[in-house]
């Protein structure tokens, strides 16, 4: 399995580890959300760093692939930590996390504790 099982209020969340391959493509999301149905989570958190630059490129199309993956196998995805470097480089990833974070499927968070308390407000 890639990471810990932790409950979060009522919510069963798979929480990644900082090490570990990283997420570079929608066939590295495939094998999280294998891990994820296996252990019968409602989301997984994946930090920042564990994304491959390119995630963050929006053009590059791999974080939309990821994504799809997650919200067509049902699976949350939260993004845990600071992605303000990208963020200060890209209008359209600022408002794709914008929308996310309005969301219910694709969260960005800031911390575990951040996500803890939205999962908890849901």
Do not use: C
Not at 6 to 18: H, S, T
Not at 53 to 78: C, P, W
């Amino acid at each position: 399995m890639s990471g810990l099982i932790r409950e979060m209020g009522e919510v069963r969340v798979m929480v990644l580890g900082a090490e570990g391959l990283p997420v570079r493509s929608d066939r590295d999301a495939i094998d999280l959300i294998g891990d994820a149905l296996g252990a019968g989570v409602a989301w997984a958190a994946i930090p920042a760093e564990r994304l491959g630059e390119d995630f963050f490129v929006l053009s590059t199309r791999i974080a939309g692939d990821a994504i799809q993956k997650f919200v067509n196998y049902g699976i949350g995805l939260a993004v845990v930590g600071d992605i303000s470097r990208h963020l200060a480089h890209s209008g359209p990833l600022r408002d794709f996390v914008y929308e996310s974070n309005r969301g219910r499927h694709v969260w960005f968070v800031v911390s575990l504790d951040e996500l803890e308390s939205r999962l908890a407000a849901a």
